[in-house]
């Protein structure tokens, strides 16, 4: 940040104009930004980036928060974390350890720095107090103080005794000297400082040294080009050390620039042979005495105090107050009296009121030797060599990784010394070049777009000395043009368009005298002009071309009127002739046109004929078309009633022969059923349906078996391990819906038992028994639901007026609610509960009177599913997992841990659930 410390990049190119290398100088580093802000002002930058772009495990690494969990970058009152830690800052932290690499630092190089940064964030959070003796002891949270010596690799113990006690030599003897807080304070701020500014000066080193050019291309060096970017003027409402230092430096780059500004003007006058007896620029020379001087400037005063141990910033402005009150500048005010610690100086810029509250701890800028040998003796390389670096004459660091050389040489000990050397070199470098000065401005404090504050613009343009320099050329001639530019510019106020006259001094006489002009001169190629001048000349201008216009437009008004009356005789001549024209030929004409219109009506008359002869040819043809469609229908309709009845007949025949072979079939392969073993009084009969014959023999993985307790034939399939019922070629005889059955034939999956003497049929597919035929099942089930739920909804339609009118009466009690009073509100609700409870008990009614068929309809269902089922199987063949009900279940499968067979515990439930069932029949 260049507003902070003074930058200046030295650029070397050899004799071909290509860069060979480059170097950085800083001056006047503002050391004490690091542990304190003025109001409004920020800490530096890098802090922020810092904070904002680590990584979460560096950040734990390193223990550090939020801006607003340490001291030094914590700003009372001001932004927020989240205002403090912007995004771009996240961004920019990455790119900063990438130039770090680029420009050479290795990886132990960053993580110094890092840690040297972490170590001044925590190190104003080290706090003291007063103990019992008013000595300083650290109090709070001591992790802080841990972490500093971690990071800095230093000893705790030694650490915390540097910054509380130092040790001083008095008659040969060492003795301790406890510091009080208010000065351990001080020796923690003046360490931070001192960690920021060696740092900042190592940095500059590394760089300068990866920047120098090569031994052989620096004896080629011939250009170097200078660029210096530095702080401006500054004038806040508390303005300190910091900011005297910042505005001398300006004051002394005000005087120089003044001094290069009149010799320029002096150097073109010369060249003219113009005197300049008449330009005078203020000189600020006596300011800088008052300033810089020795034994009695402002600087030389506070070294001079700095130097006695009991001297306090009171006496300080006292001292300068009597010796500069009376200066020959007057540029010194001392303050109202002896108690205030304030003066102010007025600069080229203005008067400004300094506080002299810290100037001489400032000035000092002192730390105790023993923080300094324990920092001396850090375990980390960069941090050790840091404190041995040699220390320059302006203050600044020298230093190199591993440097172990310390200059013996005596170094300036104040900061206000520093300070003087470093202007003298500043100046030294500056005056030897030849300068171009660049001034910025800001139009707005908030870095806004499209935002001009005129009062901020006006304050850094005194400040900058633009408005001295104005005034400079404003008291001489600011506007000047050769003679050969203001004749060709001018020339029209007092020369006739294309005279093209002479560019010389008589020429532009002419002009002048033409206008009016006054106060001017005229040099050797130049006419020398005031700054008004040239409005003057461009206002007589102006009205040379105002009329020269005026003209334009009333000659070119004529030529077009004249051109216009020219153009109307044209047209008047050629509407004439063609007038003419079209006489001839509407009288040649005549005889021809009425021919024409007997033509025209002899063709609409041929037309209308025509059209009357194709639309009776067009009646001819739909008739005849209607008639032929009438035939082909009749036609048709007589073929299809032919063909059905052949189909009729065709079908009568074909269930004759099929009736008649399946009769063949029945008396060739004639079924049998025998009885079967009675158990427990049920009786399954066995039929005998030739199947061997009908069909073939069972399949390999088939097998045929008899139950030794009811002596009946089960099947074993030895693929899926399952036995059943019923053997596997009836599939192919028997039919799938038992409706198609005659006489005493069952369907597929069926048999018929008998119990007490009466028959009843058993349904191996869904495991049910029926007294009734599965051919008449269906529809007795059937007709038995739709008679018992006839029943049902004449119920259930008496249940729902029931809660219709509840329902209604509810609303109504509503209606009352909203228009009741208090009195009878309570009684209303009471109401309101128990018809609630009425509805919900009709409600289950309801409910439970539509499911009283629930069984009925789902054996139906049963029963269809089975017989869908068993067609499904006829007709696609497998066996039948993909029918659309679901894979079925097969219902018997032996159970080889059980006592009995699947079989007998089938029959065992026909027995069960007919003789639960003997009243009402098997369900």
């Known amino acids: ?150 990071l800095l690799k230093v000893d705790l113990a030694g650490l915390e005794e540097s910054l509380t006690s130092m040790t001083v030599a008095a008659g ?169 610690m304030h003066f102010s100086v007025r600069h080229y810029a203005g008067m400004v009121k300094y506080s002299t509250d810290g100037f ?29 670096a040699r220390i320059t004459g302006t203050g600044t660091f020298r230093t190199m990784r591993g440097d172990r050389v310390t200059v013996k040489r005596k170094a300036p000990t104040t900061v206000g010394s520093q300070f003087v050397n470093s202007l003298e070199d500043l100046m030294r470098r500056i005056q030897e070049s030849t300068p171009h000065f660049i001034r910025c401005l800001k139009p707005n404090a908030q870095k806004k777009p499209s935002c001009w504050n005129e009062s901020l613009v006006e304050k850094q343009l005194m400040y900058a000395g633009v408005l001295e320099t104005v005034r400079i050329r404003k008291m001489g001639y600011s506007v000047r043009e050769v003679f050969s530019e203001f004749v060709n510019r001018y020339a029209p106020i007092a020369f006739a368009g294309g005279s093209n006259p002479d560019p010389s001094r008589e020429t532009c006489e002419k002009i002048m005298a033409a206008v009016g002009v006054t106060d001017f001169v005229f040099g050797k190629e130049k006419v020398f002009m005031k700054y008004f001048h040239p409005e003057q000349l461009t206002a007589a201008l102006r009205k040379q071309r105002e009329a020269q216009t005026f003209v334009k437009r009333a000659c070119r008004g004529l ?161 899926t391990r399952e036995t059943s019922w019923i053997d596997p070629r009836t599939a192919q005889i028997r039919k799938t819906d038992a409706r198609e059955c005659d006489d005493e034939e069952l369907p597929y999956g069926w048999d018929e038992a008998e119990v007490n003497g009466e028959s009843y049929y058993i349904d191996h597919i869904t495991q049910k028994t029926h007294w009734v035929h599965p051919k008449l099942l269906l529809d007795e089930m059937r007709q038995d639901y739709v008679g018992k739920e006839a ?30 009073s208090e009195a009878d509100l309570l009684s209303i609700e009471q109401r309101i509960e128990a018809m609630d409870v009425i509805i919900e008990r009709e409600l289950g009614n309801l409910k439970d009177i539509t499911s009283e068929n629930k069984d009925l309809r789902a054996d139906i269902r049963d029963l269809n599913n089975a017989f869908g089922k068993a067609a499904f199987v006829e007709e696609h063949g497998g066996d039948g997992s993909a029918f659309a009900v679901g894979d079925v279940l097969d219902l018997y499968a032996i159970d080889q841990t059980a006592q009995q067979s699947l079989p007998q515990r089938l029959d065992t439930l026909t027995r069960d659930q007919l003789r639960a069932l003997t009243s009402g029949g098997p369900s």
């Open 1 to 150: 940040n260049s507003s902070r410390f003074g930058k200046f990049l030295e650029l070397k190119f050899d004799r071909t104009g290509a860069v060979t290398g480059a170097e950085i100088s800083e001056y006047l580093l503002e050391k004490s930004r690091v542990t304190e802000q003025s109001p409004g002002e920020q800490n530096y930058h890098i802090f922020y980036i810092l904070l904002t772009g680590l990584t979460d495990q560096l950040r734990a690494s390193l223990r550090l928060g939020k801006p607003s969990e340490h001291a030094y970058v914590a700003i009372e009152g001001g932004p927020s974390d989240a205002e403090l830690l912007q995004p771009e800052n996240a961004g920019a932290f990455p790119a900063l350890l990438a130039t770090f690499s680029k420009m050479g630092f290795s990886s132990d190089d960053v993580d110094s720095m890092q840690n040297v940064l972490a170590a001044l964030l925590h190190l104003g959070n080290v706090q003291f107090s007063s103990d019992k003796d008013d000595f300083a002891e650290v109090v709070g949270d001591r992790s802080s103080l841990t972490t500093i010596a971690e």
């Open 172 to 340: 040969g003897e060492f003795m301790t000297k406890k510091f009080t807080a208010e000065a351990a304070r001080e020796t923690r701020d003046t360490l931070a400082r001192g960690l920021y500014s060696r740092m900042f000066g190592w940095l500059i080193t590394c760089c300068n040294s990866n920047l120098a050019a090569d031994g052989d291309k620096t004896s080629q060096a011939e250009i170097t080009l200078g660029i210096l970017d530095i702080f401006g003027f500054e004038n806040f409402a508390t303005n300190r050390l910091e900011q005297l230092c910042i505005n001398i430096t300006n004051e002394q780059l005000q005087f120089f620039f003044s001094e290069f500004i009149f010799a320029m003007e002096q150097k073109e006058y010369a060249e003219q042979g113009i005197d300049v007896s008449r330009i005078e620029f203020v000189d600020n020379q006596p300011t800088l005495d008052m300033l810089l001087s020795k034994p009695r400037g402002v600087l030389a005063t506070l070294d001079e105090e700095s130097r006695f141990p009991k001297a306090t910033d009171v006496t300080f402005t006292n001292k300068v107050s009597a010796q500069l009150a009376t200066h020959a500048s007057e540029s010194f005010k001392p303050p109202p009296s002896n108690r205030d």
């Open 360 to 388: 001489l701890t400032k000035n000092r800028d002192a730390l105790s030797q023993p923080v300094v040998n324990t920092m001396k003796f850090s375990e980390d390389p960069l941090i050790g060599s840091l404190w041995k």
């Open 559 to 719: 030529i077009c009127r004249v051109r216009y009356r020219h153009l109307l005789k044209q047209k008047a001549a050629q509407t004439a002739l063609v007038q003419a024209v079209l006489g001839v030929v509407e009288e040649g004409w005549v005889g021809t046109r009425q021919t024409m219109i007997k033509l025209i009506e002899l063709d609409e008359v041929a037309a209308a004929q025509k059209l009357k002869w194709l639309k009776t040819i067009q009646r001819k043809k739909e008739k005849a078309e209607k008639e032929r469609l009438k035939k082909e229908k009749e036609a048709e309709k007589k073929r299809v009633e032919e063909e059905a009845k052949r189909a009729k007949e065709e079908a009568k025949e074909e269930a004759k022969q099929a009736k008649e072979e399946a009769k063949k079939a029945r008396d060739k392969y004639k079924t049998t059923k025998t009885r079967g073993k009675m158990v427990n009084g049920n009786q399954v009969f066995v039929r005998n349906e030739q199947l061997t014959m009908r069909v073939g023999k069972l399949e390999d993985h088939w097998e045929k078996k008899t139950d030794a307790k009811t002596g009946r034939f089960y099947f074993k399939n030895h693929k």
């Open 791 to 820: 029943g049902v909804q004449v119920r259930a339609n008496v249940v729902r007026a029931k809660i219709k009118q509840h329902r209604e009466k509810r609303k109504r009690l509503e209606d009352l609610k909203a228009e009741a």
